[in-house]
Nanobody, 119 residues
Framework: VQLVESGGGLVQPGGSLRLSCVGS????????MNWFRQAPGKERELVAY????????NYEQSVKGRFTISRDNAKNTVYLQMNGLKPEDTAVYYC?????????????WGQGTQVTVSS
């Protein structure tokens, strides 16, 4: 299993970025996916969740209305569209394949992509 993120970078406050995460080594359309982030000195936090079919999404309160998670199962890719970025969104963003409920399989993480929001 491999998860590879891309799309991070430096952006000014109010700007936008789109993160991508390509999954391989597993049947992508059978798994829900998450985006997490970790800011310096803080714990890793769940930012957004999307179900395996893409019909259910959930967001951390501070990003609701600004971030959109989506997926393209034909491309084995999950996206995080981030609009209206704020300095407090600065973090390393991680793609995550969680352990399905009741399943005896590990969860997996990507290597992370840095997002820096600064003027």
């Amino acid at each position: 299993v491999q998860l590879v993120e891309s799309g991070g970078g430096l952006v000014q406050p109010g700007g936008s970025l789109r993160l991508s995460c390509v999954g391989s080594g597993f049947t992508f359309n059978r798994f829900a996916m998450n985006w997490f982030r970790q800011a310096p000195g803080k714990e890793r936090e769940l930012v957004a969740y999307i179900s395996s079919t893409g019909d259910l999404m959930n967001y951390e309160q501070s990003v609701k209305g600004r971030f959109t998670i989506s997926r393209d199962n034909a491309k084995n890719t999950v996206y995080l569209q981030m609009n209206g970025l704020k300095p407090e969104d600065t973090a390393v963003y991680y793609c995550n394949r969680p352990r399905p409920p009741g399943a005896n399989v590990p969860e997996y993480w990507g290597q992370g992509t840095q997002v820096t929001v600064s003027s």
